[in-house]
Each structure stands twice: as structure tokens, then as C-alpha cells.
């Protein structure tokens, strides 16, 4: 079985590539290869051979090219992989088609040019986006097989971050919120870390994490809040002798479990530790 897609892959090309590798029954060993736009890897017509799938090339059923709305060989593949899976009884893991879901409509509205409307489009963080990485792999000179190889580490990490971080808001919604003297505060007993993140994002200027497994807990808090943990450290050493806390120098972190090294985990109920930072 073989993938083929265009020589110097964009997002797109190797978005396509990677769902059929990964969602499509049967392609997880499929080889990719490449060819010219308007061309094929052998002399048949495109899709005339089951097990050739021509993606973002060739004008066939996985190419957008030929169409003028604004969709793109993502879009298509995913759509294609849905039928396939349904026409089996199967369907996509719940949780994985949110994160494809938005992973589709991201590298779709990039491959029509609409990440020029961003507001980060004019500032130097825009070159930190997927596809501008891939064209910067590109613009290396690298083969295409290097852009796949690449890409598909990339992928898989988006994709892996892109769950956790639905995980995490939905685990929020069992949060015990709470007034510090910085303003609404959140915490969770969870094993999803991204719920520190994700409650900053959402606005909480400080999270309290629990390890649902291990007992240690990870205070972060956000910087544009003028929130000072020194006093709640003070607390928590003096009563918490046994157990390892790192109070950051930025004096928004407090930490009692860190992935460098085994720290001992606090004696402290969630509830204790609530208490020492309310308001």
C-alpha cells in the first residue's frame, strides 16, 4: 500500500499522510511517496488503483485543488477515513475526533491562506507554528522524507497535547473554586498536570494540582497578577516538615512534585492547602 503526495510537503500534504498512517485501518504501514503535482507514480490515473491513495495531489478524491471552496486534503482524508470507519461499525475514540477536529479546522484555515488574518501573523511568534516549521525544514534543503519524519513527531505531539488539554478543561469543571488575595483561585485532585495551564488560561490566578496517584501537589499561579506565594510557603514548611517543597524564584510557583527528580509528596489534604492560600 502506498500514500502519495507531493515533492516538499506543506502542512497539509503531510497532515493527510499522517491521519490515513494513523486512522485508517489497515495503512499503518503504508509507504509514502512523492511526486509531481501533475503527475503519478506509475502510468495508471489517479485512484484507479485501491491501494494507491493520492492526498493533496492529482486531482482526484483526496486533492482540493480542483475545487473552489475553501477546504482542503485534510479535510477531504478525514472525511473519507469517517465513512471508511463507519462503513465497518467503527467510529473515532470520542475524545480523539475533538482534538482532529480541531487540529482539521487549524491546518485548513492555514492552508487557505487565513492565518495572515492572526494577530501573531506580523510578530516573531508566528515562526514557532507548525507550518512554518515544516517550511523552515523545507527551506534547509532536507528531503521530503526528513519534512514527513519531522511532521509526524509533531503531529502525534499536538495531537497528545491537544487531548489532554480537553481532558484537563472538562477535569476544571470538578474544580473547588475558591478567593485568594489575588482573586478567583482553583483546585483539583487529578492526574492530567495540564490542568495547571489550562486554569490559567481560563483566567484562575492560582491552581492548586493534587496527583490523584502519588499525593504531590503543584501550585502555579499567574505572573500579571502580582500573586506572592512566600507567605503560603512559610505556612506549609512550617507544618509540612517531611515533605520536599521548591518555592520558585519567581515566587509564583510552589512546587511539591517536579518530573526531574522523586520529591516527597505533601501530607496535606486538598483542603489544608486551600485554606492556607484563601483570601
Known amino acids: 500500500m502506498k ?13 493527510s499522510c499522517w491521519l490515513l498512517k494513523r486512522f485508517l485501518p489497515g495503512w499503518e504501514e503504508a509507504e509514502i511517496v512523492f511526486c509531481e503535482p501533475n503527475s503519478t507514480i ?17 486531482e482526484g478524491k483526496l486533492d482540493h485543488h480542483q ?6 486534503a485534510g479535510t477531504l482524508v478525514y472525511k473519507f477515513i469517517d465513512k471508511k470507519l463507519k462503513d465497518t461499525g467503527q467510529d473515532f475514540k470520542k475524545l480523539d475526533k475533538k482534538a482532529l477536529d480541531q487540529i482539521i479546522q487549524v ?12 494577530e501573531e501573523s506580523a510578530k516573531p511568534r508566528n515562526y514557532f507554528y507548525l507550518h512554518i516549521l ?13 519534512v514527513i519524519e519531522f511532521s509526524f513527531l509533531a503531529l502525534d505531539s499536538l495531537f497528545h497535547e491537544i487531548k489532554k488539554g480537553i481532558d484537563a478543561r472538562d477535569e476544571l469543571e470538578k474544580g473547588i473554586e475558591f ?3 489575588w482573586g478567583k483561585s482553583i483546585a483539583i485532585e ?10 490559567e488560561r481560563a483566567g484562575y490566578s492560582v491552581v492548586i494540582r493534587k496527583d490523584s496517584k502519588n499525593g504531590n501537589v503543584r501550585i502555579y499561579s499567574r505572573f500579571d497578577r502580582g500573586v506572592d506565594l512566600t507567605k503560603a510557603y512559610k505556612k506549609i514548611k512550617k507544618i509540612d516538615k517531611n515533605a520536599d517543597w521548591y518555592f520558585h524564584s519567581s515566587k509564583v510557583l510552589l ?22 492560600l484563601k483570601k
Open 107 to 118: 491546518s485548513t484555515e492555514i492552508d487557505n491562506a487565513g492565518d495572515l488574518l492572526w
Open 3 to 15: 500514500i502519495v503526495t507531493h515533492n516538499n510537503p506543506d502542512l497539509d500534504a503531510v497532515i
Open 255 to 276: 512546587l511539591n512534585g517536579s518530573k526531574m527528580k522523586e520529591m516527597k509528596p505533601t501530607s496535606l489534604s486538598l483542603g489544608e492547602i486551600i485554606n492556607i
Open 42 to 58: 506509475d502510468e495508471n490515473p489517479v485512484d484507479s488503483n485501491p491501494n494507491i491513495l493520492y492526498v493533496d495531489v492529482g
Open 67 to 72: 475545487h473552489s471552496d475553501r477546504t482542503s
Open 179 to 181: 478567593e485568594s488575595p
Open 190 to 199: 487529578t492526574g492530567n498536570d495540564n490542568v495547571l495551564w489550562e486554569g
Open 134 to 146: 515544516i517550511a523552515g525544514v523545507r527551506g534547509m534543503g532536507e528531503d521530503d522524507e526528513k
